[in-house]
């Protein structure tokens, strides 16, 4: 099992760029039913990359959390059913 949940992240709101606290993370582009191919994206040593499918651009800041996104609310978590 993995060791830790890679987190993924939508752009409902078509912001141009999304400040993000992971380095590994997931980019859906816009949520479902609208989202495109949901990519792994590794910054690496950089602290910024661009979805191939979306053109969203993603900057690694250190000061955010895991869960946590400037703009807020960029963090996109699977419904499930109750």
């Known amino acids: ?3 830790h949940v890679i987190p993924h992240f939508h752009n409902d709101s ?6 993000i606290g992971v380095r590994e993370f997931m980019c859906v582009g816009a949520t479902p039913p ?3 191919p949901h990519v792994f994206l590794d910054l690496g040593d950089d602290d910024e990359k661009v979805c191939p499918y979306c ?7 250190a000061d955010l959390g895991a869960a946590e996104t400037d703009p807020p609310d ?8 109750a």
Do not use: C, N, Q, W
Request: glycine letters at 4%.
């Open 34 to 36: 609208f989202d495109h």
């Open 74 to 81: 960029h963090l996109y978590t699977e419904k499930t059913a």
């Open 1 to 3: 099992m993995a060791d």
């Open 55 to 61: 053109s969203t651009l993603y900057r690694y800041r």
């Open 14 to 19: 078509g912001v141009p760029a999304i400040a």
